[in-house]
C-alpha cells in the first residue's frame, strides 16, 4: 500500500459518481466555451481599451491568475477537463456531445507525424505567443483573433486526425500546464498496475460501447507521471475493472520520475522561466523604451526585442544551465552523460518557475485585480451597468502583502527546488554528500534566478 497517496474516489463516493457521469465534462465545457465565446466577442465588438474589456481582464487576469496560482500547482491538468477550445472538434469527431453514438470517430484517419510525437511544437507555439503578448495581453481583438485561431485550430485537428492532437502536441497553453503539473498534489494512476497487464481487452485504450478509449493516447496502466493525462475522466468511465484512482499525493511527486525526461520537456522548463523573467522585466520594470519596442511601436524596435528574447529563452539560459549541470555533474562525480546531466537537473527549475509565474502573477492580480468588478458590469465598455458595478474605481489591493506574497513563494520555490536537485542528484550520485556537492551549482543558478525576481518585484 502507497501510504504517501488518497484515493479520493475511494473517501468520496459521491465525487467517482460525479466523475463517473457523461455529463460531467461535457457539461463543464458548455459552460466555459459560453464564456470564451463571450471573451472573444467581447475582444471583437467591445472598447479597444483593454483595462474597460471583459475578454482582456477575465483571460489575462481572472483566467490566468486562477489557473497558475490555484489550479496547476494543486490539481494539475484540472483546466484540461473543462478547457473549451477542443470542445467543438471533439463533439464534431464524435458526432455526440454526451453519449457514445457510433463506434468510430469521424476523422480523415491521418497519422500524426512520428517527428511531431512531443512538445517541441508547444515550446514553438508558447513563443511565438509570447513575442507578442505585449500586444496580445492588452489589445482586445487581437486577444480575440488569438482566442477565435485556437478553436478554429482546433476544430481542423480534429477533423484531420483523432483524438485531441491539439491538446496533446500543439496547443502552447497545454504544453506549459503539464510540465507544471508535474508539481501537482493530485493525479490521476491505476489503483494496480498488475490488473492493467492481465486486462487482455484493454478497453480505457480501444474503448467500450458506451466510452472512448483515451482521447489523450495515453495508457492508464503505464501513467507515471501527470504531463500527459489530461484528466478527462474517460477511463473512469471505461474501465470494468474499477482501476483507476484519483489519488491526492505530495507536492513535486513526478518530478522524481526518471521515465519520460526529455529534452523538448527541459527546454520547456527554460523557456517558462527566462519568459516569467521577461514578462517581469517587460510588463512590470521601470524600463518603458523596452515595453515600446516589446508593443511594436517600430517594426525594426521590435525585430531587435523578438532576437534578444528568443537569444534569451534558446541558448543563454538553457547555456548557463548546461554549465551548472556539467559542474554538478563533475562535483558529484555522475556517472552519467553531460546531456542527460542537463536534462536531469533542468526539471530542478520546474518549481522554481512555476514559483516566479505565481509571483509575477501576484503583482498584477493585486494591482489590477479590482478591474474585474466594473468589466462584469459593462462586458464591452458600451456604457452598460448590468450589475451595478460599472463605475468601481480601480483600487489597488494590500501592495505590501502582495510583496510579502512574492517573497514567500519566490523562497518556497527556491527551497523546493533545491530539494529536487538533490533528489535528483541522489538517483545516479554513490552518496548522500555527493548528492548534496552536485546540488551546490544548481543552488547558486536558483539563488542567482530568485535574487533576480527579487529585484523585479521588491526593488
Ligand atoms: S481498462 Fe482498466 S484494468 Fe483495463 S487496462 Fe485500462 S485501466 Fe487497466
Ligand atoms: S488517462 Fe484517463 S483521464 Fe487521463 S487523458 Fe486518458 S482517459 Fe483521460
New binding site residues.
Partial sequence: MNTTRIDLLTKIPLLKSILKSRFFQPVLMLGTLFFFVFAILTGFFGTPAGSKNFSIIYIWIVWWAVLIIVLVPFFGRLWCTVCPIPGPGEWLQRRGIIQKRYPKLMTLRRRWPRQLKNIWLQNVAFLGMALFSAIILTRPSVTAWVLFAFLILGVVLSAIYDNRIFCRYVCPVGGFIGLYSLTATVELR?KD?Q?????S?????IGTENSYGCPWMV???NLERNAYCGLCTE?LK???????ALNLRPFGSDLLVAKGRSLDEAYKAFIMLACALMYSVVLLGPWGWLKGWANMNSLGQWAIYAVGFLTINLLIVPGLFWLTAQAARLLARLDISPRQAFVDYAYTLVPMGLMGWIAFSFSFVFVNGSYALPVLSDPFGWGWNLLGTKDFPWTPFLPQVAAALQLITLLIGLGFSIAIAYRIGRQHAGSDALAWRGALPITAFLTGVTLLFTKLYLG
Fill in positions: 491505476v498496475a490488473i492493467c497487464k492481465d486486462h481487452t484493454k478497453d480505457c485504450v495508457f492508464p496502466g477511463c471505461t474501465c470494468p475493472r474499477d482501476n483507476i
